[in-house]
């Protein structure tokens, strides 16, 4: 079982910055793909982005690419998302989740942060 933490969150500016952190623990992090998901009020669940174990392959959704870095940090079983640019639009909880492999069933989920743009 992995246990994951979602940190970061909170209130911005448009145009302002933020660093999400997804802490896991309970497993061997490293075996997992990682990705961030984001669900706006009233809307449903939108992947973001998402990486495999070791970090050499990459996903972004249309909507973040090129504002949003993921990261991932396996020594210190965590995974970041750097947000630049920040839109009023991106306002969302942001959830982060685990899988055995890039592309199969999300197992592991966080409990979320909210990100609020001020536009």
């Known amino acids: 079982q992995v246990q994951l933490v979602e940190s970061g969150g909170g209130l911005v500016q448009a145009g302002d910055s933020l660093r999400l952190s997804c802490a896991a623990s309970?497993?061997?992090?490293?075996?997992?793909?990682v990705g961030w998901f984001r669900q706006a009020p009233g809307k449903e669940r939108e992947f973001v982005v998402a990486?495999?174990?070791?970090?050499?392959?990459?996903n972004y959704a249309d909507s973040v690419k090129g504002r949003f870095t993921i990261s991932r940090d396996n020594a210190k079983n965590t995974v970041y998302l750097q947000m630049n640019s920040l839109k009023s639009e991106d306002t969302a909880v942001y959830y982060c989740?685990?899988?055995?492999?890039?592309?199969?069933?999300?197992?592991?989920w966080g409990q979320g942060t909210q990100v609020t743009v001020s536009s």
């Open positions: 989740a685990a899988a055995r492999r890039l592309g199969f069933r999300y197992d592991y």
């Open positions: 309970g497993g061997t992090f490293s075996n997992y793909a």
């Open positions: 990486m495999t174990s070791s970090g050499g392959t990459t």
